[in-house]
């Protein structure tokens, strides 16, 4: 894969974690961005999945991915044991984000956190006009087969980094493959946000 064909959100990730560092990827998927960050960053990398053919998929790219629950809890790893805890687009389909998200906190050094903004104003349209939860690139389920459990804005994670007085880092807005500077909570498709707890 060249540099050209990786995903945008995946681009804006990779800027935010320093080279030969540690990477601990909540929810890896089948492994795309654990395996850009070892190969273009050097990190020392684990992935947590809970579903067998992405683990199989991350074992053929070389990837040491271990089978949880992220809900489950973070009590194997020690405080501090990660330069960074990644949960790429994994928190909205977790039981208990704030559970998981104060262990990821403990776990790393800092944590990056991206997910789907449901107050893009395609879905605000979508729900307006239609009356219907909306389906858009960024949440392209139909409400029966998504895996998301919770919806949240960009606004949503704002007010809850102020409720936890958690340290936004950096904050990254995009909508396709460009960059969104201006009202993000109404035109971003996606917030990446890095996170610490005020190092």
């Given at each position: 894969m060249t540099y050209q064909n990786?995903?945008?959100?995946?681009?804006?990730?990779?800027?935010?974690?320093?080279?030969?560092?540690t990477v601990l990827d909540l929810g890896c998927g089948t492994g795309e961005l654990l395996a850009l960050l070892v190969k273009e960053r050097g990190v020392r990398?684990?992935?947590?999945?809970?579903?067998?053919?992405?683990?199989?998929?991350c074992v053929a790219k070389g990837l040491n991915v271990i089978h949880?629950?992220?809900?489950?809890g973070l009590p194997e790893y020690g405080d501090k044991s990660f330069d960074y805890v990644i949960?790429?687009?994994?928190?909205?389909?977790?039981?208990?984000?704030?559970?998981?998200?104060t262990d990821a906190l403990r776990v790393g050094r800092k944590?990056?956190?991206?997910?789907?903004?449901?107050a893009h104003y395609v879905?605000?349209?979508?729900i307006f006009l239609k009356g219907?939860?909306?389906?858009?690139?960024?949440?392209?389920?139909?409400?029966?087969?998504?895996?998301?459990?919770?919806?949240?804005?960009?606004s949503d994670f704002l007010y809850y980094c102020r409720l936890k007085e958690l340290n936004i880092e950096r904050s990254?807005?995009?909508?396709?493959?460009?960059?969104?500077?201006?009202?993000?909570?109404?035109f971003a498709e996606t917030g990446i946000f890095l996170v610490n707890r005020g190092l």
């Open positions: 990786i995903r945008f959100d995946h681009k804006a990730i990779l800027k935010l974690v320093k080279p030969q560092t990398g684990q992935g947590l999945e809970i579903d067998d053919q992405a683990i199989y998929a949880s629950d992220i809900d489950s949960l790429n687009q994994s928190l909205q389909q977790i039981k208990n984000p704030d559970s998981v998200l944590v990056i956190i991206s997910f789907s903004n449901f879905s605000r349209l979508q219907r939860t909306p389906v858009t690139a960024s949440l392209p389920y139909q409400w029966f087969e998504t895996p998301n459990l919770h919806f949240l804005s960009i990254i807005y995009i909508s396709g493959s460009r960059r969104i500077k201006l009202f993000p909570n109404l």
